[in-house]
């Protein structure tokens, strides 16, 4: 008797490794959508799996040390996994883009992507939402991560409201990582490269 459909998907699952995050469509070459569908639904129901929102799923990593168990995957992998999935560029923003750099420890539960590929919004399972919005290329024509996030954090957040050890943590930022190229300092917004070009003086 060949392997079911479960069987298949467990085994594809451990290849990529726990806390790797799948869509139905990653497993119709074992069977029809329908079925798919039903033998992740077992999977989960056994704790193998983790329903993260509709059509998405992750295979978790499990936390030993106090007894969590099974540990959902992080916005931030979800909204990578999508990307990839589409072939799109995101930047978290606003809050999340700010948490990201350390400005603020809220983890938000509603975290927005500009994205170079389709809007839409992801309800999630366990409350929130990731929302990816369309954005200008001008924003992608940026080489460096830090200069993109650093535009997107700061872009709802006026620079002279930040406060001395925000500031002093952006500095250390820009010291760790390679000087952010003249042609991206070009395309951040006036203010930001400003601010940024003061950090570095």
Do not use: H
Request: aromatic share 8%; hydrophobic share 40%; glycine share 8%.
């Amino acid at each position: 008797m060949g392997e079911s459909i479960e069987d298949k998907i467990l085994e594809k699952s451990k290849k990529c490794g726990r806390g790797s995050v799948f869509f139905v469509g990653d497993f119709v070459s074992y069977g029809n959508r329908n079925a798919v569908n039903k033998a992740l639904e077992r999977l989960t129901e056994k704790g193998l799996m983790i329903r993260v929102a509709r059509g998405i799923y992750c295979y978790p990593k499990i936390e030993k040390a106090y007894g969590l168990g099974a540990v959902p995957p992080s916005r931030e992998d979800i909204a990578k996994a999508i990307a990839k999935r589409d072939g799109a560029r995101i930047v978290p923003t606003g809050l999340f883009a700010q948490y990201q750099l350390g400005l603020s420890q809220q983890v938000p539960m509603n975290v927005v992507y500009l994205t170079d590929g389709p809007s839409r919004t992801i309800n999630l399972v366990e409350g929130g939402s990731i929302k990816f919005k369309r954005a200008s290329p001008r924003y992608f024509a940026i080489r460096s991560p830090l200069a993109l996030l650093l535009t997107t954090a700061l872009r709802d957040w006026r620079v002279e409201s930040l406060t001395e050890e925000q500031v002093a943590l952006i500095r250390a930022k820009l010291n760790e990582n390679p000087r952010i190229p003249v042609a991206d300092l070009r395309l951040m917004t006036s203010e930001v490269r400003e601010f940024v070009v003061n950090l570095y003086g």
